[in-house]
T-cell receptor, first 115, second 114 residues
């Protein structure tokens, strides 16, 4: 997984609870991404970051917040979890110098269930 | 904006037979194209990508794809599949004229039959 780790691997939440997913890299790349994967929907981009201290919205940002205070870590937060956020969450690390041509390396995923 | 359509959600194929996974895209500008593979319970990994040059792109594990601009397609092929090719395959697109994110298709699940 090219040095991309995700914590935790599994989590069950109740509606309204909050949590933070951590993505960490052991390299020095600028681009990091958070995706969610749902059956039949493919991969959808939630938020991304092009460097320390910067974040931007993807296709489906509502209900999520992110922070990139340190270059190595990209955090995804759910302030008030909803059943619609039940999904598998993937972090990806981009090794390129542009978004359009970036080769992404994906972490192993976090399986989140919201009851 | 760009979009990508993977025409088949599932493709069954016998072991050692050839396979083609279809991908079509829509865009008003020139594009870059990618194929990623996701093995069971893992994250995605890059199979191959087309940025420029030869329209026939060779990737890992014996896969190749051909960029066809007139048909706006980027189909993935392998002449002889193995049981280890069982996975989900994602086509993706991004624009050439500006620096913007890669958009993934919904995936095609490849089932290898013994």
């Amino acid at each position: 997984n090219a040095g991309v780790t995700q914590t935790p691997k599994f989590r069950v939440l109740k509606t309204g609870q909050s949590m933070t997913l951590l993505c960490a890299q052991d390299m020095n790349h600028e681009y990091m991404y958070w995706y969610r994967q749902d059956p039949g929907m493919g991969l959808r981009l939630i938020h991304y970051s092009v460097g320390e201290g910067t974040t931007a919205k993807g296709e489906v940002p509502d209900g999520y917040n992110v922070s990139r205070l340190k270059k190595q870590n990209f955090l995804l937060g759910l302030e008030s979890a909803a059943p619609s956020q039940t999904s598998v969450y993937f972090c990806a690390l981009g090794t390129g110098t542009t978004l359009s041509t970036d080769t992404q390396y994906f972490g192993p995923g976090t399986r989140l269930t919201v009851l | 904006a760009q979009s990508v359509t993977q025409l088949d959600s599932q493709v069954p194929v016998f072991e050692e037979a050839p396979v083609e996974l279809r991908c079509n895209y829509s865009s008003s500008v020139s594009v870059y194209l990618f194929w990623y593979v996701q093995y069971p319970n893992q994250g995605l990994q890059l199979l191959l990508k087309y940025l420029s040059g030869s329209t026939l792109v060779k990737g890992i594990n014996g896969f190749e794809a051909e960029f066809n601009k007139s048909q706006t397609s980027f189909h993935l092929r392998k002449p002889s599949v193995h049981i280890s090719d069982t996975a989900e395959y994602f086509c993706a697109v991004s624009p050439q004229n500006r620096d913007d994110k890669i958009i993934f298709g919904k995936g095609t699940r490849l089932h290898i039959l013994p």
